[in-house]
């Protein structure tokens, strides 16, 4: 699919965004999301400023344009990235129903600058009992009971 001129705008911003987040101590990465046109909101990356392993651009430009827009549901937003989304931005543009990522560079080239998103790929594709990551169940009851609760609640939004 090729790009248009409005396309090409937002991605060029994305970059620039995360060029200057590295210039303020942040990481290479910058993400812009827009709404019929108009910028929402604009992050870049911010792991080690703000000692937050979840601060990713895309992220944080979600969080920024959930609160301007005041709703969980972005799915009439466009997100533009300097660089293909790892795996927790990519599940958190689902989350927020985002429908279309435009990006520049990928994950292969990040992996290369030392990124692990690759990785995390892998990971993901693995058997829940393959991974490096271990993980344990217990209290199911317990646990299911509460999802149960959440069911039977006639007020709930559901998300």
């Known amino acids: 699919m090729k790009l248009n001129s409005?396309?090409?705008m937002f991605l060029e911003l994305a970059i620039k965004t995360a060029g200057e987040n590295m210039e303020s101590g942040g990481g290479p990465f910058g993400a812009v999301?827009?709404?019929e046109g108009?910028?929402?909101a604009h992050a870049g990356n911010r792991v080690v400023p703000g000692h937050d392993p979840t601060a990713h651009a895309e992220v944080m430009a979600i969080r920024m344009a959930a609160e301007a827009l005041g709703t969980h549901d972005l799915g009439d937003c466009t997100i533009?990235?300097?660089c293909e989304p790892c795996p927790m931005c990519l599940g958190a543009i689902y989350w927020a129903g985002i429908r279309r990522i435009v990006y520049a560079s990928d994950r292969y080239r990040a992996?290369?600058?030392g990124f692990s998103d690759n990785h995390i790929y892998e990971e993901l594709a693995l058997d829940r009992?393959?991974?490096?990551?271990?993980?344990?169940?217990?209290?199911k009851?317990?646990?299911d009971s509460i999802l149960k609760r959440w069911e039977e609640m006639p007020?709930?939004?559901?998300y």
């Open 111 to 113: 992996a290369e600058a």
């Open 38 to 40: 108009s910028i929402i």
């Open 129 to 139: 009992t393959r991974r490096t990551i271990a993980m344990v169940r217990g209290l």
């Open 155 to 158: 007020d709930k939004k559901q």
């Open 33 to 35: 999301i827009v709404r």
């Open 6 to 8: 409005e396309d090409l």
């Open 80 to 82: 533009y990235a300097s």
């Open 141 to 143: 009851e317990e646990g």
